[in-house]
């Protein structure tokens, strides 16, 4: 019986592996060279196909926004470098797509034909395909920590709204030392940490605080959206 090959993959709040990639923005030493700004990496299974192609306009356009955040957007996939270069050459020169044309990719695109990477972040799934990234998405932080990791198949293009909604969110869980409801946009309310004691939670209970209470463990309070975009985000 032919025993068949997986590959493991980091976890959150792992330190992200460390490698040295050709890109076409040049060598990278990876995740050094971005110590102190948050970092996206991710990976899409070929150049020259469609679904691909529309995610590297969609995150083309958006870079501005990621930057503002202090986030630098790194890609991968298994082709070479010169497949990579002619295909970002075709997107800028050739293809127009939901009012995006003219669009210049000058994040870098990792080369990874031996998918040695794509083997360390566990980018391959097997049951996708053993030759092809999966839709992979990394969150890694200004100290090289893991922080969210979201897998797409071959087939789905990701939420690029989502990724940016994350990246927001893990900062301003951060910089305000909450937690974030479900679908939670900034100028929404935030969670509190649960209280710690019996007398805390009968203050909450009580309204002594300022915040809602739905019971003693569950508790929002109001955060500004203009606090949180003036926190994160650069000016």
Known sequence: MEETKTFSMPRIGDKAPEFKAVTTQ????FPGDYKGSWVILFSHPADFTPVCTSEFMTFASMEKQFHEANC???????????????WLRT????IEYKGMKNVEVNFPLIEDITM????????LQPGESSTK????VFFIDPKGIIRTIIYYPLSLGRNFDELYRVLIGLQTADAFSVALPADWRPGDEVIVPPAGSCGVAKSRMEGKEDMKCYDWFFCTKKLDKEKVLKTILKK
């Not at 790194?74 to 497949?83: E, I, M, R």
């Not at 990234?133 to 992979?136: N, Q």
């Open 72 to 86: 630098n957007l790194v890609g991968l996939s298994v082709d070479g470098l010169y497949s990579h270069i002619a």
């Open 116 to 123: 040695e990477v794509a083997k360390t972040y566990g980018m």
């Open 26 to 29: 040049g060598e990278i030493n």
């Open 91 to 94: 997107i800028k020169e050739k």
């Open 133 to 136: 990234a999966v839709r992979a």
